[in-house]
């Protein structure tokens, strides 16, 4: 019981890893152990779309193996149902994520709502992050003695701008998490 059950954690393991990696999705020993049903799950979980099936047969038939597509896309239905919530939808905009449009139609609409919001939360923090390099940039600039005096009072005043900006962006951000249930 005990290798079986190591063995099945090292086959997820392998088919994770294949799932995420560079090219060839599938390695020949991931190809002969492949579990179907747990390859198409864990795809669905991640978002993948019905094409990544195709990409793990080519990887798979130089080693002459076929898989499964009845117990793949079973898997990954029942991974959809785990990806397709509104609280993944907002992790996922939140990070900046790209939607392939894989939710079924029933949950589509909740997922989107919820991946717009953390899509607005990423947005205003990257331009926070900008804001932020600028004033570094600013500073530094400001540090240095060849400076005129009308360049000083001109990156002043610039730097003064971005603090402004960088106060409005901040408040926003707080603004969209104080709407959202996810965080």
């Known amino acids: 019981m005990r290798l079986q059950l190591h063995s099945g954690l090292l086959a997820l393991s392998l088919i994770a890893a294949g799932a995420l990696g560079g090219c060839a999705t599938l390695s020949e020993g991931q190809c002969r152990t492949a579990d179907w049903h747990?390859?198409?799950r864990q795809d669905g979980s991640n978002g993948?779309?019905?094409a990544r099936l195709y990409k793990h047969q080519e990887?798979?038939?130089?080693?002459?193996?076929?898989?499964?597509?009845?117990?793949?896309?079973?898997?990954?239905?029942?991974?959809?149902?785990?990806y397709c919530t509104?609280?993944?939808?907002?992790?996922?905009?939140?990070?900046?994520?790209?939607?392939r449009g894989?939710?079924?139609?029933?949950?589509?609409?909740?997922?989107?709502?919820?991946?717009?919001?953390?899509?607005?939360?990423?947005?205003?923090?990257s331009d926070?992050?900008?804001?932020?390099h600028d004033i570094d940039r600013h500073r530094h600039r400001l540090d240095q003695d060849d400076l005129e005096?009308?360049?000083?009072?001109a990156l002043r005043r610039s730097l003064r701008d971005l603090?402004?900006?960088?106060?409005?962006?901040?408040?926003?951000?707080?603004?969209?998490y104080r709407r959202t249930a996810y965080e």
């Open 149 to 153: 005096r009308d360049q000083r009072r």
């Open 102 to 125: 894989v939710c079924p139609l029933k949950l589509e609409p909740a997922f989107l709502a919820a991946y717009r919001q953390g899509e607005a939360i990423h947005d205003v923090e």
């Open 48 to 50: 993948l779309d019905r």
């Open 59 to 82: 990887a798979c038939a130089e080693y002459g193996i076929r898989p499964l597509p009845e117990r793949y896309y079973a898997g990954r239905e029942a991974g959809l149902q785990r």
């Open 163 to 176: 603090h402004r900006e960088l106060r409005y962006r901040d408040r926003e951000r707080v603004r969209l």
């Open 38 to 40: 747990q390859l198409g």
């Open 86 to 99: 509104p609280r993944r939808g907002f992790e996922e905009g939140r990070e900046g994520r790209s939607y």
């Open 128 to 132: 926070i992050d900008d804001i932020e």
